[in-house]
């Protein structure tokens, strides 16, 4: 078959687009204009809830045993811990995934490229997108690899990164601006208190600050901070220069430098992510500072967001207008967290006495408080995970629940998930499903499962013998408290849904 997408770039968000694709068994290409994949570990952080979807695909253990768990966070003033916080159980019962995973960029994009492979599927390097314009019921565009080369196709995904040459041919506007502050990343072998063992180590110094946390293996480090004001010349900084500096702040014995880079940061959320046939997607999308470690799972979750829907479209498992509820679901998130982490960002690397005077003396007490109690932990776990994330706004979000909505991510409760690698849409009943909606749903060719009811269930905020149907992505499409089935067949075919018939 023609290719019915282009991904226009191969970073993790371009990857996790193709795979999703390929198990859905949609003809695509996916180019970028590098030459293979990326050289050095930029982003770091694995979130649960991009384990989750890992899960679906079926590859989250090798993911897990290719990273490092992260266990506990240290929070040092002066070279002095005055704040530890566990994460390793931060989130236990809320996710299979209740931690944070290391693991960096370069190594997880040739991981994906692998299970790309084993698909049969190659990126098509060396190749740039010059130009594209929507043309009938479709998108010509203009490729150039060796030489230039006329392609149409039904969908384009830009995937291409801050400087998106799809953002640019749409003139879609990328409100927001740099962060004046000038970073340094580097990645370390090393020693000292603050590069033992598999922790975070949060440092502050009077204007300075440093994270720390392990990358690939023991001894190996990866350090972000800030250019020192007292460095002349920003632009021009040399790893030796940052490594005096580690050595003299921090304490931090540095022995060998891997990788050493500078770079500023920006905050800006495009003003669509879809025109026409055209989507964007990750840092085409949205890019932020990397509080929390949020953008490249961001970027995944539009990936995983976006690519089920062009299949079901692709397919004619649903109607076209489900295309529109990937902007409406995934821009919202994208300009929450861009001002979440810009506020929290902004207090962590200001240089004003007031500022630094919060980072000594009343974060790292506050955060040991806080930390103590259940509630405060479950909040942080979620916002950190991702697992908060709802669509109950969308067109495609139907019925009422209790505490669980329409919209929301599927609450994890013991032996629910594993029936979402189907990658498929199905119907869960926390109870007991009545045999006319189990008829209903055989004939229409969708899953139903049961699950024994038990007061877990509950507190997890599932109804008791209320219908739910799961999206494709995990996530709550509808809910009938009371299994109505004409308001079942009313949701299933006002938006024209179908099951998969390719499950892998």
């Given amino acids: 078959m023609n290719p019915q997408i282009l991904i226009v770039g191969a970073g993790p968000t371009g990857l996790v687009m193709a795979y999703n694709l390929a198990r859905h068994n949609i003809p695509f290409r996916i180019i970028d204009r590098s030459d293979g994949p990326g050289q050095a570990s930029r982003a770091m952080a694995i979130l649960p809830r991009t384990l989750e979807f890992y899960q679906q695909f079926g590859f989250v253990d090798e993911v897990i045993d290719h990273g490092i768990k992260m266990e506990d966070v240290y929070v040092r003033v002066k070279n002095k811990i005055k704040a530890k916080v566990h994460l390793g159980s931060l989130g236990e019962g809320l996710s ?128 972000i901070g800030i250019i020192p004001s007292a460095f002349g010349d920003q632009n021009d900084v040399k790893a030796e220069n940052i490594h005096a500096f580690l050595q003299q702040t921090f304490g931090a014995q540095v022995e060998g430098i891997n990788w050493f880079s500078t770079y500023h940061i920006h905050h800006r959320v495009a003003s669509r992510f879809r025109q026409g046939r055209t989507f964007l997607s990750g840092d085409a999308a949205h890019i932020h500072s990397p509080a929390g470690g949020q953008g490249m799972n961001t970027g995944i979750g539009d990936a995983i967001n976006l690519s089920w829907k062009l299949a079901a479209v692709l397919q004619h498992k649903a109607a076209l207008s489900i295309l529109d509820t990937y902007e409406e679901e995934r821009l919202p998130f994208a300009e929450l967290l861009v001002n979440t982490t810009d506020r929290a960002f902004k207090r962590m690397v200001a240089r004003d006495k007031t500022s ?141 849904i179908l099951p998969f018939t390719n499950e892998y």
């Fill in 96 to 223: 299979p995934f209740p931690f944070v995973l290391t693991f960096p960029q370069d190594d997880h994009e040739r991981f994906l490229l692998e299970k790309l492979k084993n698909l049969g599927i190659e990126v098509e390097w060396k190749t740039e997108l010059l130009s594209l314009a929507e043309h009938g019921e479709g998108v010509k565009t203009l490729l150039k690899a060796q030489q230039e080369e006329t392609a149409y196709f039904k969908y384009i995904c830009g995937c291409d990164g801050a400087h998106s040459t799809v953002r640019k041919q749409m003139k879609i506007e990328f409100k927001g601006e740099k962060y004046k502050q000038h970073f340094y990343v580097m990645d370390v072998e090393g020693s000292g208190e603050m590069m033992k063992n598999q922790k975070i180590s949060i440092s502050f110094s009077n204007e300075e600050f440093l994270i720390c946390m392990p990358v690939r293996s023991k001894g190996t480090y990866r350090m």
């Fill in 356 to 496: 630094q005077f919060f980072r000594k003396h009343i974060f790292p007490p506050v955060l040991s408080f806080l930390f103590r109690f259940p509630y405060p932990r479950y909040k942080a776990f979620t916002i950190l995970s991702q697992i908060r994330i709802k669509y109950r706004n969308s067109n495609l979000s139907s019925g009422q629940g209790t505490k669980v909505q329409s919209g929301d991510r599927l609450p994890y409760v013991e032996g629910n998930f594993e029936y979402l690698q189907s990658l498929n849409w199905q119907i869960h009943v926390y109870g007991t499903a009545a045999e006319k909606l189990k008829k209903s749903m055989q004939e229409r060719g969708f899953s139903l499962h049961e699950f024994s009811w038990n007061p877990y269930l509950k507190k997890a905020g599932l109804q008791k013998d209320a219908l739910y149907v799961i999206r494709p992505d995990g996530y709550i499409g509808f809910i009938s408290s009371e299994q109505r089935i004409d308001l079942l067949h009313q949701y299933l075919n006002t938006h024209k």
